[in-house]
Each structure stands twice: as structure tokens, then as C-alpha cells.
């Protein structure tokens, strides 16, 4: 019989501890697309113009602000390549993106729904993108909203049913 919690030549992990379960969805992986061309051309051309600006600096210009926004970027672009954890349990869901220290807490009762956003289109909740997003809606928080571009659609598709599956689970023992 196979394991529901994996799926076979994927990278995402989904362990079983004591009261809760922990998904760990891998950083971002370059495609080979005109779309990847450009944000890495973007990116290094943003670094360029921040390296040169602090190569030729005025004397009037401050070298800490230059050094900041070289961080920013270079802290970005590492955190785009961090995995993302999620914990789901019998009263909350917690989510780390990348590198940041903090977990963005959302209670399970108030969980609507888990849903896949492709949707290219402006609005005022989608970012007008072409990334494609698992979004975690709840009804009394604000969504959560984790880039699932670089997975292929039978990834994003096991984790979009292992998640509906965990939230019916849970919210099913929480009402017993």
C-alpha cells in the first residue's frame, strides 16, 4: 500500500509529529524560460547598479544606504531559494516562508478554503503576476499566499489535496 504523504520523484516532505503535521515545500529552481532570463537579468543588473554606485560614490552620497539596499537584494534572492514550512495541527496552521524567523499563525477554524491562484489578471487581492500561488484563505485573517511556480502541477496539486485533506481532518476532530 503507498503513503499517501508522498508522492513519488517529488521533493516536498510531509512528517507526522505527536499532534500535527509538518510540510516542508522546496526553495525556488530555475526553468529554462524567457520569464527566468529576465528576472535574473533584472536582478543582476540591479546588483550592478548598486555595486557601481558604491564604487563611485560622491562624497556627499552615504555608503550604509547603498550597503542596505545591497543586503535587501542579496537577502531576497537567497530567501527564494530557502524552502517553505508549513505546520498544520488540530488548532492552528503555521507557515515559515524561506529564511525569515517568524511563522504567520492562522487559526484552523477559521481556515475557508486552500485553493490554487494562476490568475494573471490586476486586481486588488491578486499581485498581478505570473506566479502561480497555493493560498490559504481564512475567513477572519488576512490570506496566506505561498509561490508554488517552480513545483510542477502534479507537486502543486498533491499539496493543494494533502492540505484540504489535513484542514477536513483537524477540523473534524476539533468539532468532536
Same mark, same amino acid.
Given at each position: ?8 520523484? *517529488?521533493?516536498? =516532505? ?12 522546496? /526553495? +525556488?529552481? $530555475? ?5 527566468? +532570463?529576465?528576472?535574473? &537579468?533584472?536582478? /543582476?543588473?540591479?546588483?550592478? %547598479?548598486?555595486? +557601481? #554606485? ?12 547603498? *550597503? $542596505?539596499?545591497?543586503?535587501? %537584494? #542579496? ?9 517553505t514550512i508549513i ?8 507557515? =515559515? ?10 487559526? &484552523? ?13 490586476? /486586481?486588488?487581492?491578486?499581485? /498581478?503576476?505570473?506566479?502561480?500561488? $497555493? ?23 498533491? #499539496?493543494? *489535496?494533502? &492540505? *484540504?485533506? $489535513?484542514?477536513?481532518k483537524f477540523l473534524?476532530?476539533?468539532? =468532536?
Amino acid at each position: 500500500m503507498q503513503n499517501p504523504d508522498i508522492l513519488k520523484g *517529488s521533493d516536498i =516532505k510531509i512528517t507526522n509529529l505527536r499532534d500535527a503535521y509538518k510540510i516542508s515545500i522546496p /526553495g +525556488f529552481r $530555475l526553468k529554462r524560460n524567457m520569464s527566468t +532570463f529576465l528576472r535574473i &537579468l533584472l536582478f /543582476g543588473f540591479a546588483i550592478f %547598479v548598486i555595486s +557601481f #554606485l558604491l564604487y563611485k560614490q560622491p562624497e556627499n552620497a552615504s555608503p550604509i544606504v547603498l *550597503s $542596505l539596499i545591497l543586503g535587501l %537584494v #542579496l537577502f531576497f534572492a537567497f530567501h527564494l531559494h530557502s524552502k517553505t514550512i508549513i505546520i498544520f495541527s488540530k488548532n492552528f496552521i503555521k507557515v =515559515k516562508h524561506g529564511c525569515l524567523p517568524f511563522y504567520r499563525t492562522r487559526q &484552523l477554524q477559521n481556515l475557508t478554503n486552500i485553493y490554487i491562484d494562476d490568475s494573471v489578471n490586476i /486586481g486588488s487581492d491578486s499581485t /498581478g503576476s505570473d506566479f502561480i500561488y $497555493l493560498v490559504i484563505s481564512s475567513s477572519k485573517q488576512w490570506n496566506i499566499k505561498i509561490i508554488v511556480d517552480h513545483l510542477s502541477r502534479q507537486d502543486i496539486e498533491f #499539496l493543494r *489535496s494533502r &492540505l *484540504s485533506y $489535513l484542514r477536513y481532518k483537524f477540523l473534524n476532530e476539533y468539532i =468532536k
